[in-house]
T-cell receptor
Framework: DAGITQSPRHKVTETGTPVTLRCHQT?????MYWYRQDPGHGLRLIHY???????DKGEVSDGYSVSRSKTEDFLLTLESATSSQTSVYFC?????????????FGPGTRLTVL | DAKTTQPNSMESNEEEPVHLPCNHS???????IHWYRQLPSQGPEYVIH???SNVNNRMASLAIAEDRKSSTLILHRATLRDAAVYYC????????????FGTGTRLTIIP
């Protein structure tokens, strides 16, 4: 299995509080991604990173920010959590830059915003 | 981005072959076709990918139509562990490898 972990695995928080989710990899892969998955939906890309301090927005980036100060860590921050951000969050990593590249996914973080 | 169409659900008997179809008629000539699956309560996992030729690996086979407007993921002998949601994803050949997940096909394996 690819060395990718997410923390915390579960979190319950209240509306308006800041939340930071961490993705950690031991594969030295260049690309890292944050997705969210809601019931009945496929995964949707929030933000991604193509190198240290290089990040860009995905399709559902509003209300989220990211940071990548080291190759191995990609942080997702909800500055002021809302109930609509209750979801399961998956981090993914990938290495090669060809179209045949595959992504490896973490186990997910289940976030509940009350 | 290319659009995909997959059946919402399929059922198959255990130890039988399974053919999961995907239509991607707007795919560009340089897009790879990726398949991922997601087992219950887990993150997605890569299954297979291809460009033009049929591909085989230890998990599955991928048959790509000659015009590349459709593909079929083939599980040669389904097991209960293959029950999952299967996603067909065209992937741009250059850049940052962003996956766009649709709703996929939920495969149920009948013992």
């Amino acid at each position: 299995d690819a060395g990718i972990t997410q923390s915390p695995r579960h979190k319950v928080t209240e509306t308006g509080t800041p939340v930071t989710l961490r993705c950690h990899q031991t594969e030295n892969h260049r690309y890292m991604y944050w997705y969210r998955q809601d019931p009945g939906h496929g995964l949707r890309l929030i933000h991604y990173s193509y190198g240290v301090k290089d990040t860009d927005k995905g399709e559902v980036s509003d209300g989220y920010s990211v940071s990548r100060s080291k190759t191995e860590d990609f942080l997702l921050t909800l500055e002021s959590a809302t109930s609509s951000q209750t979801s399961v969050y998956f981090c993914a990593i990938s290495g090669r830059t060809s179209g045949g590249n595959e992504q490896f996914f973490g186990p997910g973080t289940r976030l509940t915003v009350l | 981005d290319a659009k995909t169409t997959q059946p919402n659900s399929m059922e198959s008997n255990e130890e039988e072959p399974v053919h999961l179809p995907c239509n991607h008629s707007t795919i560009s000539g340089t897009d790879y076709i990726h398949w991922y699956r997601q087992l219950p309560s887990q993150g997605p996992e890569y299954v297979i990918h291809g460009l033009t030729s049929n591909v085989n690996n230890r998990m599955a086979s991928l048959a790509i139509a000659e015009d590349r407007k459709s593909s079929t993921l083939i599980l040669h002998r389904a097991t209960l562990r293959d029950a999952a949601v299967y996603y067909c994803i065209p992937l741009v050949n250059f850049g940052n490898e962003k996956l766009t997940f649709g709703t996929g096909t939920r495969l149920t394996i009948i013992p």
